[in-house]
């Protein structure tokens, strides 16, 4: 057996710790944050997707049901952060949490 690789799982142990530091370098490079331009029209995109339907008819049962199923549509992780726990209510204005939502969206 000359020419064989004597340790073939540690050789592609290697190749593919390679392969993931290299790709991992590729994602963090390509990350931009996201912009406020570029945010409004995702979320039209979710208002758009909540009235056709997409996202059942909780979703289009008030104004605030709305306005919680297209937080949660646009940023999912940034919604369980920051509103999941706690959804906005009829009425409520809570500056401090949009704040935080868009601080969220922007990382």
Do not use: T
């Not at 931009?32 to 979320?43: A, C, F, G, Q, T």
Request: net charge negative; charged share 25%.
């Amino acid at each position: 057996m000359g020419g064989a690789i004597k340790y073939p799982k540690a050789f592609l142990g290697i190749i593919w710790g390679l392969f993931l530091l290299s790709s991992y370098q590729v994602i963090a490079k390509s990350r931009v944050p996201i912009s406020d331009s570029e945010i409004r029209l995702k979320k039209n995109e979710c208002y758009a997707d909540i009235e056709s339907g997409l996202w059942g008819q909780q979703c289009k049962s008030s104004v605030i049901a709305e306005e919680n199923c297209a937080l949660q549509c646009l940023s999912p992780v940034c919604y369980e952060l920051i509103y999941e726990s706690d959804p906005l209510e009829e009425g409520e204005k809570d500056y401090v949490r949009s704040s935080e939502y868009k601080y969220c969206m922007h990382r």
